[in-house]
């Protein structure tokens, strides 16, 4: 195993809940690996009071901004930087909610107001935390900036609902600001497309762990796990991977490329 790949390195993470939140497993390694951080998350979920547990181990202060609100990223990006004492190396974006999907709504019968405030939170937001970010010219060069994906944005499946064009737009935005980002900063933007992992966002899809079990069995190395889509990120972050830019990556263990598997026709024979 390789250490301190993120020595010196600073940035924000968006998105800690709890233990099984992939940003929280990605603070972890961040920390392990050196790097050093700011957590934020929305006010509503800072009441939960979890996310200063992982604050204390990581050396980590916590600042609350709804991503949706481009003074609340201000607010942030201006206190972060006094904290870490300079301009931030990468930035994660690991938020995500529709009402809708939380709501139970149909496909057919979707509540408009909400389908708006999924996109504004699921996509719309990573535009924001970069556009506040280029205004603020916050950004080191040869930083790197994520935001987290699934495969519904490609493919169709049915309980994801509003979720699905969320993540299309997401990708989109990660492509269209990526070019920005690079030819006035070089700073790259991805996306990485995670299986399914068992998280609160994620388990609030009806039928999630048929939806998981599938998944896993499609995938010639079975599902990516939080902590691995962790390690992912870390790579990302790191000095190793520099070129990579205007990307949707897929993180899967193989499903995006798989018709069939063994596993799964033995399971329907
Ligand atoms: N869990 C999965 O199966 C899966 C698969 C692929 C991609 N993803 C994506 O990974 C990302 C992280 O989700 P997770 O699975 O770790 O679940 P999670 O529920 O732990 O994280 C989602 C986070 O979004 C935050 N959030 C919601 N509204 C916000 C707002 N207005 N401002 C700031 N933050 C807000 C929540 O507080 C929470 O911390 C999401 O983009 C999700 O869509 C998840």
Same mark, same amino acid.
């Given at each position: 195993?390789?250490? +301190? ?5 600073? &940035?924000?993470?968006?998105? $800690? ?14 920390? /392990?690996? &050196? ?6 998350? *929305? ?11 992982? $604050? /204390?181990?990581? /050396? ?6 709804? *991503? ?11 206190? @972060?930087?006094?904290? !870490?004492? &300079? ?34 939170? @699921?996509? !719309? ?14 950004? +080191? ?5 994520? *935001? ?20 299309? !737009? ?19 933007? +991805? ?32 599902? $990516?796990? $939080? ?31 798989? &018709?069939?598997? +063994?596993? !799964? ?5």
């Amino acid at each position: 195993m390789v250490n +301190n790949l993120l020595e010196g390195k600073k &940035g924000i993470i968006f998105g $800690a809940l709890d233990g099984k939140s992939i940003a929280w497993k990605t603070a972890e390694k961040v920390y /392990e690996q &050196g790097g050093r951080f700011v957590l934020t998350n *929305a006010p509503v979920a800072l009441r939960m009071g979890k996310i200063q547990e992982l $604050a /204390e181990k990581c /050396e980590a202060e916590v600042i609350g901004a709804d *991503a949706t609100s481009v003074e609340d990223i201000e607010n942030l990006y201006t206190k @972060s930087k006094e904290i !870490l004492g &300079g301009n931030f190396d990468f930035i994660l974006h690991s938020i995500g909610m529709s009402p809708n999907v939380r709501k139970g709504r149909d496909y057919g019968d979707l509540n408009y107001d909400w389908f708006l405030k999924t996109l504004d939170i @699921s996509a !719309l937001s990573f535009h924001k935390v970069m556009q506040v970010a280029e205004k603020m010219d916050i950004m +080191n060069e040869w930083g790197s900036i994520l *935001a987290l994906s699934y495969i519904a944005a490609q493919r169709t499946f049915p309980d994801y609902s509003d979720m699905a064009q969320a993540k299309a !737009l997401l990708e989109s935005i990660g492509r269209s600001y990526g070019y920005r980002m690079a030819v006035n900063k070089k700073v790259r933007v +991805n996306t990485i497309s995670q299986s399914p992992t068992v998280t609160t966002a994620g388990s609030g899809v009806t039928g999630f762990d048929v939806f998981f079990d599938y998944a896993d069995k499609m995938s010639p190395l079975g599902n $990516a796990s $939080a902590e691995d889509c962790a390690n992912y990120i870390v790579a990302m972050f790191s000095d190793f991977t520099r070129m990579v830019t205007m990307q949707n990556l897929m993180h899967d263990g193989g499903f995006s490329s798989s &018709g069939i598997t +063994n596993e !799964l026709i033995e399971k329907l024979k």
